[in-house]
Each structure stands twice: as C-alpha cells, then as structure tokens.
C-alpha cells in the first residue's frame, strides 16, 4: 500500500475533538433507527398475531424474509463500500431504508409487509456493514473500543425506544405508528448526513492520494484547533491485500472468527431477545404486560454495552468476549432450568443477567471486532462476508426457534444458544487477534 499520505497513522495521533464527536452522531443517528428497526418486530409481531392481521406462519416469513434481505444487504454493501466509497454507501442504503419504512406502515395486508419488510432489510443489513466500518477508521486506538461500543450502545437504545414506543402506543393506536417514526426519523438522518466525509483511510488504499491529504489537512485543521498536533509515527509498510486472500492464512482464520461470532450474537439476539414478547405471551400474560416485562429487560442492554464500551479498552476484545460468552451460559441455563417466564422475579433478576451479558457481547461483536479484524482495502468486503453468514443463519433460526418453542418450550431455546456460545469461546480464543491498543495498520499484520 502506497503511504504518500500516511493517513492511518495521521489520523491516529489525532487528539479527540469536534471532529470525532461529529463524525460519531452522523454515523451513529443513522445506527439508530437501523437499531429500532431490528427490535421492532417484536412489539410488531406480537399486536398483528393478536388483532388476527397475522399468522404464526406469517410472522416466520416476516421475520425470515427480514434477514434475507439483511443477508443480502451486508453482502452488496460490502462490494459497493470497497469499491465506492463509505460515503456513498452509507447514504444510499439509509434511503431505501426510510422510504421502506413508510411504505410498511400502510401495508393493506401481511403480504404485503412482508414484501415492505423485506426492502427494509436491505437497507438495514447494509447499515450495519458500513457504519461501524466507518467510524473504525476515523478513530484512535486507544480509544477506539470506547467510541465503537458507544456506537453500538445507540444502535442498541433502538431496543428499549421501541420497547417504550410500543408500550405506549401498539396498545393504543396499533403498530402502524411504529414504522411511520422509523421512515420519517431516518429521511431526515440522510439529509442531515450529507455532510459526513468520506474515509482517508479508504482514499489512500485506492490511490487516490490528492484527494486523501487534501481531506486529511481539513481534517486535521479542525482537530487541532490552531494547536500543534503531535508527530506521525509513520508505521512499518504493510502489504496490500486482494479479496482473494480472504480464504488464504491468516485471513481465512478471521474470516472464520468474524463469521462465526456474527452467526452467535445473531441467533442469541433475533432466536432469543426479539421473541421475548411472544414467550411473554404463551405464559398467558397480556400484550400489555408482555411488553411491560420486555420494556423492563430492554433497559439491561443499555447496561450490557456500556459495560462493553468499558472492557473493550480495559481488558481487551478477547477477555471480554469469552468472560461474556461464560455468563450468558450459566445465566442461560438458570433461567431455563427454573423455567422463568412463570416467575416474575426470576424474569427481572435472571433475565436481567442474562440480558446484560448479551449486550456486552452485542457491543463488542458487531461494533468494535468484526470492523478490526481487516485491512483497509477490504474490510467492509470482509465484514460484509462475516455479516452473510451472521444474517444467513438468522434467515433460518425464526423457524428453529418455533420448533424447539413448541417442543421444548423456553429450554430448548436457551440450548440452542449455550451450543453457539461453547464454539464461539473456542474459535476466540485459538484464531482471534487482540485489536486493544493497536493501529488498523498493525492489527492488519497481526498474527493469532
């Protein structure tokens, strides 16, 4: 890789400044509504399978068909992000969202939500994909588990929002008010992120060096605050690499870490959390309480990622992961064991737990890993290929989870998840990296 520019390593002695802050709330309000709308089904589906608008059938599809198009979402994003540009991506993607949105919320039948849903899908499959691969590149090392677990933690607020929205209103006014807020809220995130800029970081990789130190100057500009900023380190060459080093050492061996964690959080978050209103109601509890107890649960994922904003920097990307990984199997396995849908207390102690260490994995896994595992020069590729397969076993789990529901109850569920989460200790701790205190460009020639 050419380094005319040197613009990792520029932007990385950066001081924290309006810059970062900037840069993080026009990412990070396009990842909110990306969050609301992955959690919106569960109130959703809950009030269409109870007003009779819905089948249990439809809502497999629904859910199915959302991942499909996620699948498909963080797969195309990935190409277009390598090859167009973070910029362009990011905005296009938050278009289709939006406008999806609205048309779901006027769908005359469950078809054609399903249909709505799936268009959103791709959208929101795509906003994963880019946005935490942008901000990884903008931020420093020391910090950057902080700022990316924070990005994760907005994405994730999406949960206890639409918990809220949907206590409030599904019961009052429907569901059709809860697309309406995500169409609207996320039109008006793509005219306002209009001003994000495009990645140095990614100019230089594709050569396009004038255009890469004139950003890089304004950047730093408005970093330093007519101060002086701190020498470039100008790190060791690092070779640059093809997609087709993606199945080569030792990229193979990330491709198989970034896949297979996506594959476990995804499967704990859309096979587990977003069913919690319906396991709510299949132990006879109201739409209202359901989504009462589910509001209460929600507030534990805003814990789990600000715990995970913490240990990312503190302890590191590995500790972090498998320590989480632990407690979710043993807080899983309780919660099942003493059946604890039945029991109020167990819902709020247990569940609490549970969901907590969730969450710590949710901000570690999509926010701050995933993006770090990879060069410049592919990574929304790599990460978008990590994503496949992360959404691709979640275009399946709605109907797994369905079964085991109906033969095993909850047990059966929480099963399913401690068998993800002993492979996923597993493939961490033998392949993966440790990014903690490292440059993209280091971490980039690390070995496991």
């Known amino acids: 890789m050419a380094l005319a520019v040197n613009a990792g390593a520029r932007l990385d002695r950066l001081p924290i400044s309006p810059f970062h802050y900037r840069i993080f709330w026009l990412v990070g309000a396009g990842m909110f509504f990306d969050g609301y709308d992955l959690y919106v089904a569960g109130g959703v589906l809950a009030s269409v399978i109870k007003t009779g608008f819905s089948t249990v059938s439809q809502n497999s599809q629904f859910l199915s068909l959302t991942f499909v198009g996620m699948t498909a979402g963080a797969l195309i994003t990935g190409f277009v992000g390598d090859k167009f540009g973070r910029r362009f991506t990011y905005q296009i993607n938050l278009l289709i969202f939006g406008l999806a949105s609205l048309a779901a919320a006027f769908s005359q039948d469950m078809n054609q939500l399903i249909a709505c849903r799936f268009v959103q899908g791709l959208g929101l499959g795509a906003e994963i994909v880019v946005g935490y691969s942008t901000m990884t590149e903008f931020v420093p090392p020391k910090t950057r588990g902080r700022w990316l677990s924070m990005m994760a933690f907005i994405v994730v607020a999406g949960f206890p929002m639409t918990s809220l929205l949907g206590y409030l209103i599904i019961p009052n006014f429907g569901w059709r008010p809860m697309f309406v807020f995500a169409g609207i809220g996320s039109l008006i995130v793509w005219y306002l992120r209009k001003n994000l800029p495009e990645s140095p970081r990614w100019l230089e990789s594709e050569g396009r060096l004038e255009e890469a130190e004139a950003l890089m100057q304004t950047i730093e500009r408005e970093a330093s605050g007519g101060k002086p900023l701190p020498p470039v380190a100008i790190p060791a060459p690092v070779a640059q690499v093809a997609a087709s080093d993606m199945i080569k050492p030792p990229l193979l061996q990330r491709m198989i870490v970034g896949s297979w964690v996506l594959v476990s959080i995804n499967t704990l978050i859309f096979g587990f959390v977003i069913f919690l209103p319906q396991f709510f109601l299949r132990q006879g509890l109201t739409i209202t309480n359901s989504l009462a107890y589910t509001l209460v649960l929600s507030a534990a994922s805003l814990v789990g990622c600000a715990i995970g904003a913490w240990s990312s920097d503190a302890i590191g990307r590995r500790p972090s992961i498998i320590s989480a990984s632990i407690v979710t199997i043993i807080a899983g396995y309780i919660y099942a064991r003493f059946n604890a849908a039945s029991d109020p207390a167990i819902v709020l102690g247990i ?98």
């Open 351 to 448: 569940g609490f737990v549970l969901v907590v260490a969730i969450y710590v994995q949710t901000a570690i896994l999509y926010g701050v890993y995933t993006t770090e595992l990879f060069p410049t020069e592919i990574r929304l590729r790599a990460n978008g290929i990590c994503n496949f397969f992360g959404r691709g076993a979640t275009v399946i789990s709605p109907f797994i989870v369905a079964a085991l529901m109906t033969s095993y109850n909850l047990p059966g569920v929480v099963w399913l998840m401690i068998g993800l989460l002993a492979v996923q200790i597993l493939v961490v701790w033998a392949w993966g990296v440790e990014p903690r205190n490292r440059g993209l460009e280091e971490v980039a020639k690390a070995q496991a």
